[in-house]
């Protein structure tokens, strides 16, 4: 394609947008607006799968021994729990200990012991890590059975909870997705069908004197493209600047929280933005000119 036609094609876009100002503005609008939705919610749903992975992976099961049992009882559960498969890391805890953490917990509520005396309730226990997030259940049950074991509990009911809202956030983002990007390919395509409307002649002139069919559509498919990409530049702008504010205050008061950082996220998710928002624009100039071109 020579440069001259690709000049000829762009400069008839860019008078078709001029031309069509407000139709134009509510194309970008809408297409922004739906990008940006769409980059919210793929924000927050990244965020949540990272966020449950990292407590996964620190979750551990708590092996609560049962009162009266020898030091020679408790070494020898603890050396069975450390050859069950898939167990990377036994800890044992004395109650001495347990009371310490549990007072530390406390903190200048250690007044609430005072009834206790020198009464210590707690359990002597394990702290018991596995080499898989998915052994944690297994082999927690199989710890269980233990001759000496009370109890085994871990934290996979928390997981389960923030992996059903994943789930819930990614069912609704998508169901709104699909009817913001509906709604951005029909005002994208009613502003290029009003073009090619007010063009029937002039592209009917054209036709006859032998242009072919992609030397018309060029200029309605640039325009197109222009609307979409113009609307997922907004977008990307928007939401890396909320990030980033967003992630900074975060990291000032809550620095625990494991969000993703915002280099190279945020770029990726921005190339991704623009690359469908130019991809919605020329789908809608594709939907209009496919009824239109036979003028």
């Given at each position: 394609m020579k440069i001259r036609t690709v000049e000829y094609f762009v400069r008839e876009a860019v008078v078709s947008l001029r031309r069509n100002g407000l139709m134009s503005f509510a194309s970008v609008s809408t297409v922004a607006l739906s990008l940006l939705i769409l980059g919210i919610f793929l924000i927050l749903v990244l965020n949540l799968n990272n966020m449950a992975s990292m407590l996964e992976s620190q979750v551990q099961i708590t092996v609560y021994l049962n009162d009266g049992l020898s030091d020679l009882e408790m070494r020898e559960t603890g050396t069975r729990i450390s050859k069950m498969q898939g167990v990377s890391q036994v800890m044992f805890i004395s109650k001495d200990e347990a009371m310490e953490r549990f007072k530390d917990r406390l903190g200048d509520q250690q007044s609430l012991l005072t009834a206790l005396g020198d009464t210590n309730p707690l359990p002597n226990a394990?702290?018991?890590?596995?080499?898989?997030?998915?052994?944690?259940?297994?082999?927690?049950?199989?710890?269980?059975?233990?001759?000496?074991?009370?109890?085994?509990?871990?934290?996979?009911?928390?997981?389960?909870?923030?992996?059903?809202?994943t789930k819930m956030v990614r069912i609704f983002g998508l169901i709104l997705i699909v009817f913001l990007a509906l709604a951005a390919l029909f005002i994208i395509s009613n502003t290029i069908r009003l073009t090619v409307f007010a063009r029937r002649k002039e592209i009917g002139i054209m036709k006859y004197v032998g242009a072919t069919d992609w030397f018309i559509r060029w200029p309605f498919l640039i325009e197109g493209m222009i609307l979409g990409f113009g609307g997922a530049l907004i977008a990307v702008v928007i939401l890396g600047q909320t990030y980033s504010a967003i992630t900074q205050q975060i990291y000032a008061s809550m620095a625990f929280l494991p969000l993703i950082p915002e280099n190279p996220f945020i770029h990726n998710i921005s190339l991704m933005l623009v690359l469908v928002g130019t991809a919605i624009g020329a789908l809608g100039s594709t939907i209009s000119l496919k009824r239109f071109m036979k003028v």
């Open positions: 394990f702290e018991v890590k596995v080499d898989r997030p998915e052994r944690v259940k297994s082999t927690a049950q199989a710890i269980s059975q233990l001759h000496g074991v009370e109890n085994a509990k871990f934290g996979q009911e928390v997981i389960e909870q923030l992996f059903t809202l």
